[in-house]
């Protein structure tokens, strides 16, 4: 064997050596992140794993927010793999992680996109989806000895997921495999991007609302901190968040903050960012034309509050004032008020400080926790109305007009076939008691196929006294009208009949009545009368149904036997 091809083949090798992953509990979507030289508690806080608190499989979580995720050490490193998560992949993440080393991951997901992922010494060297390695273009940052991996992926037919599950243990040159995913799994709560420092320039509102920025930057450096926290406490009152414990905390400790309480407004800004992608999701993946906006609305709020809050904490007064201001811009516009609060503040930030907090309020009370929760339930029950409204509405057009009552409904395809070509007469038998319904549908099926020739038909003969009668399964139903269709088709005595439909094709009355036979049956007693009677409109044809729906009507009513 030549030396290329047993180096291709030891590649190979060691690829299908990973192959176990997609067969794992991790199957649909995940990641594998291995750190070489790392430890547990430090891995831990790269990847917002909670140590203390461990889940065990088939454990029911607490929180449906907390993704999952099995932190391992093996020989010269750390194995975390995740359950549809992704934060092994994240640039934040593993700048963190291969500080000091090396750092590497593959995700993918349930579309079959697979990302490679290599970190070194607190920077991202590459990172690429596995498909694309065979273009030139892609591989500027890939370390030289992965690139027999690339030949492989390019000529041969290999898992993605263990190919770059191959090209992670190579870079690292830390080997794992299926025991380094146990039965114990430990939440994850998605690292939160670092508040950067604000600077003039760098601000929005150097190039949204210049005046507001001179504004701010003019306010005495001694007055800068109490204008801070008083957009601060604004911002909370406005989002209806100020007596959240969280916030409340942080308001208490603005440009002082702990390192916990850092932690506790990233986590809520990330829950926050959570629901709202949920119901993002819900709304592409369910195709709604709406999503639940009380939902979306109240965790934008809180999402916004995050950073002006982690925006307050900052050590540095300039960035604080300017992040606090601009974040509070966007609380601000979540309740239309976007304009009118840059018009405010401008004003504020010429004020005197004793009368900044007046200046403020003109913007009014902001509504409470308690009123928010009350026009909340007031909206959804509008939109419970309203979706119902719609719904009964289109039911309607369905049953051609007919509101359907529920024992239509049950009465399912045979009141439905009937409300198509004569709604009316629907309304009117749904108002019949069982026992004449079934009496109805008897006379509907011997007059529909008198009429058609077919009721002193030999074959049908032995049905004919059990007909409204039958109890037969759906497998039965099939076999009879079967059974019965081949002998008509048998029988050279049968007077064949045709009309022309609407369409101008010749409709054979003969095979259109003779399913009446089951349908009579039908165990739901308004379901037996309506298929009859529908049964009984597509045989005969328009013009034939007017005198025999007539006649129906007066049977209906006492006038005619």
Not at 138 to 152: A, H, K, N, Q, Y
Not at 527 to 536: K, M
Request: net charge negative.
């Amino acid at each position: 064997m030549a030396g290329g091809d047993r180096g291709r083949g030891r590649t190979a090798a060691l690829v299908a050596r990973y192959e176990w992953l997609t067969d794992s509990v991790v199957q649909a979507a995940g990641c594998v992140a291995v750190v070489a030289g790392g430890d547990v508690p430090a891995v831990c806080t790269a990847f917002g794993i909670d140590p203390d608190d461990p889940v065990y499989v088939g454990d029911e979580l607490p929180d449906e927010d907390v993704r999952l995720a099995s932190v391992e050490p093996v020989t010269g490193g750390v194995v975390v793999v995740e359950d549809i998560g992704l934060e092994g992949s994240r640039r934040e993440v593993l700048e963190v992680a291969s500080r000091g080393g090396k750092a590497a991951s593959v995700y993918w997901d349930v579309d079959g996109m697979v990302v490679l992922t290599l970190a070194s010494r607190g920077k991202v060297a590459f990172a690429g989806e596995i498909d694309s390695l065979e273009d030139a273009a892609e591989l500027e940052g890939l370390p030289r000895s992965l690139t027999r991996f690339v030949d492989l992926a390019i000529e041969d037919d290999a898992d993605p997921v263990a190919l770059g599950a191959a090209m992670v243990s190579s870079f690292t040159r830390v080997e794992f495999g299926p025991e380094s995913v146990t039965e114990q799994w430990r939440g994850v709560r998605p690292v939160v991007d670092a508040v950067e420092l604000v600077t003039p320039e760098s601000s929005g509102l150097h190039r949204e609302e210049p005046e507001l920025l001179a504004a701010l930057l003019a306010v005495p450096p001694e007055q800068r901190w109490d204008l801070t926290s008083l957009l601060t406490r604004h911002a909370a009152a406005r989002a209806s968040l100020a007596e959240d414990p969280v916030v409340a905390q942080a308001l208490r400790s603005v440009g002082r903050p702990a390192a916990a309480e850092v932690r506790q407004l990233e986590q809520m800004e990330s829950r926050a960012s959570q629901v709202m992608d949920r119901a993002w999701r819900r709304q592409m993946e369910e195709d709604l034309d709406e999503v639940d906006v009380e939902d979306t609305s109240s965790a934008a709020r809180a999402y916004w509050l995050a950073k002006v809050l982690r925006h307050a904490c900052s050590h540095d007064e300039i960035s604080a004032m300017l992040g606090v201001a601009e974040a509070s811009q966007t609380v601000h516009m979540l309740e239309d008020l976007g304009d009118e609060y840059v018009e405010v503040l401008l004003e504020a930030c010429r004020a005197e400080p004793a009368r900044r907090a007046d200046v403020l309020g003109q913007l009014g009370e902001p509504p409470s926790a308690l009123d928010r929760e009350r026009a909340a339930a007031d909206r959804q029950q509008r939109g419970q109305d309203e979706r119902a409204e719609r719904s009964a509405h289109w039911e309607m057009l369905e049953w051609n007009g007919v509101r359907p009552t529920d024992r239509m409904r049950e009465a399912g395809i045979g009141a439905h076939s009937l409300a198509r070509v004569d709604p009316n007469l629907l309304v009117e038998l749904d108002a019949m008691p069982d026992e004449a319904l079934r009496e109805l549908a008897r006379w509907a099926a011997e007059q529909l196929l008198h009429l058609t020739g077919l009721l002193d038909r030999p074959w049908l003969a032995e049905h004919r006294a059990s007909l409204g009668q039958l109890d037969l399964d759906d497998e039965e139903r099939g076999q009879l009208l079967d059974g019965l269709s081949a002998a008509m088709d048998d029988d050279h005595g049968v007077p064949w009949s045709t009309y022309v439909d609407e369409e101008g094709h010749h409709v054979s009355q003969q095979h259109f009545a003779l399913p009446v036979v089951v349908e009579c049956s039908a165990r739901h007693p308004l379901s037996a009368a309506a298929h009859s009677l529908s049964t009984a409109r597509e045989a005969l044809g328009p013009a034939a149904w007017v005198p025999f729906a007539d006649l129906a009507r007066r049977r209906m009513h006492g006038g005619g036997r």
